[in-house]
């Protein structure tokens, strides 16, 4: 299965805590760049580009991870969320998966024809601590969305979700954060997620240690290339048996 990514567009607008240190404003500002600047991609119909033949540059039964340098709901991205859905419509052989931070504003720009959800999205929900996990988990819950997923990225607290994690969820993602100015991530607050999911027959993944990883009360700090690695070695990954 190929995988892609797709940036219909650029930068973001930070919108609560996890947007700290977020990697994009990180990479541009290397790079001299500023992601408070938000602008459509020369790329942005990637997804439906063809070949000389006529067919799809991407092909059919990919999964083109979605909007990961902006906010797919961005306020500023309202008109270009209706293009944006209509290429996800085009290829509905296709899988497209994003995250947000902005789960209210679901609704905004949403297609007449999505009705209980298209079977080509996963949406998911990131939340760092708990305030975030309870103003954005119940949303989510309530929405028409088929496959659903809570992201706890990057991990700053401990986070509770015992009451969310019902039929609905797909899976769970737990990761610390990068970087030199990196938040703290207790393995213990990775763990509690874990067991939670493991109990209810969730799927979970451990995405990365980041680069404070707090164990048995001491901090280690983590190289970026090494931050993955870790997290597989942790061996604490969840497949659900129906899978
Ligand atoms: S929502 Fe995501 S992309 Fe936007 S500022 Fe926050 S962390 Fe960065």
Redesign the pocket.
């Known amino acids: 299965m190929a995988i892609f990514s797709w940036n219909p567009w650029h930068g973001?607008?930070?919108?609560?805590e996890?947007?700290l240190n977020?990697?994009?404003?990180r990479h541009d500002a290397r790079y001299g760049g500023d992601?408070s600047i938000i602008y459509k991609v020369k790329d942005f119909d990637m997804p439906i580009r063809k070949n000389r033949r006529g067919e799809y540059k991407i092909p059919s039964g990919s999964i083109i991870w979605t909007c990961f340098?902006?906010?797919f709901f961005?306020e500023e991205a309202d008109e270009w969320r209706k293009e944006a859905w209509d290429i996800i419509r085009e290829r509905h052989d296709c899988s497209f998966i994003f995250?947000?931070?902005?789960i209210e504003r679901f609704n905004v720009s949403l297609p007449d024809d999505w009705g209980d959800g298209w079977n080509n999205v996963t949406i998911g929900c990131?939340c760092e601590n708990q305030t975030r996990a309870d103003e954005r988990i119940p949303l989510l819950l309530a929405l028409p969305i088929k496959t659903k997923q809570i992201i706890c990225a990057p991990l700053l607290g401990e986070i509770d979700l015992s009451k969310y994690l019902n039929g609905q969820i797909y899976s769970v993602v737990a990761s610390g954060e990068s970087g030199i100015e990196a938040r703290i991530c207790d393995y213990d607050w990775v763990l509690r997620i874990r067991n939670e999911c493991v109990k209810r027959n969730i799927e979970f993944f451990y995405k990365q240690t980041g680069s404070k990883f707090l164990k048995d009360g001491k901090v280690y700090r983590i190289k970026v290339k090494d931050q993955a690695i870790q997290a597989r070695k942790a061996k604490i990954d969840f497949k659900n048996s129906n899978d």
């Open positions: 973001c607008k930070k919108k609560s996890g947007c977020c990697y994009v404003y992601a340098t902006s906010d961005l995250l947000t931070k902005r990131s």
